[in-house]
C-alpha cells in the first residue's frame, strides 16, 4: 500500500495530463483521476512486478477517460429528450384553460347516441374508422359521417359554453 501511495504522488500531475489528453473537460479531470487511483487500488495486485507503474496507470486512466466521455454523451442525449418546461401560466390564464376544459367536457358530454360512441372510440379510444365501422356494424362512410357531425357539434358547443362562463 505504502507503494500505492508513492505512485499516487508522484503519478498525479501525469494523470491529470493524460486525462486531458483524452477528452476530459478541467471540471471534471481531478474527479475522474480519483477513479483512476481508486481503480489502482482495487487493481494493485495485478501488476506486475518489474513493470512501469506509469505505463499501468496510463491504460487505466485511458479507459477511464473514455467511460467519462461515454457516460457524458449519454446524459447530453437524455437531456436532449427531455421536453422544456412549459411557462408557467398566470392566475388568469389557469382559470381561464380550467374554464374551457369544463366547457369541452360538458360539449363532449352533451353528444348523444351513435355520435358519442363514435366520437369517444375516435378521440378516446385511438381507434380507426374501420375499426369503428367493424365494432358498431356500420358502414366506413356512416362512421365518418358521424364523426364529422360530433367534432362539429362539440366545437359548437365549447365555444358557446365557454362564451358563457
Request: aromatic share 6%; with cysteine.
Amino acid at each position: 500500500m505504502r507503494e500505492l501511495s508513492r505512485a499516487y504522488r508522484e503519478h498525479w500531475d501525469y494523470v491529470l495530463l493524460i486525462l486531458g489528453r483524452y477528452g476530459v473537460p478541467d471540471a471534471m479531470r481531478e474527479d475522474a483521476a480519483q477513479e483512476v487511483f481508486i481503480v489502482a487500488h482495487r487493481r494493485w495486485a495485478d501488476l506486475e512486478h518489474g513493470a512501469s507503474v506509469r505505463a499501468w496507470l496510463y491504460g487505466i486512466a485511458r479507459r477511464v477517460a473514455s467511460t467519462q466521455r461515454r457516460g457524458a454523451r449519454r446524459r447530453t442525449h437524455r437531456m436532449l429528450r427531455v421536453p422544456s418546461p412549459e411557462p408557467a401560466l398566470g392566475l388568469d390564464e389557469a382559470v381561464e384553460r380550467e374554464r374551457a376544459q369544463r366547457a369541452l367536457t360538458r360539449a363532449i358530454e352533451g353528444l348523444e347516441g351513435d355520435k358519442r360512441r363514435v366520437f369517444e372510440m375516435a378521440s378516446e379510444d385511438g381507434r380507426s374508422g374501420p375499426e369503428i365501422a367493424e365494432s358498431l356494424g356500420v358502414g366506413i362512410n356512416t362512421v365518418y359521417s358521424r364523426l364529422r357531425l360530433a367534432r362539429a357539434q362539440v366545437v359548437s358547443d365549447a365555444r358557446r359554453l365557454c362564451a358563457a362562463c
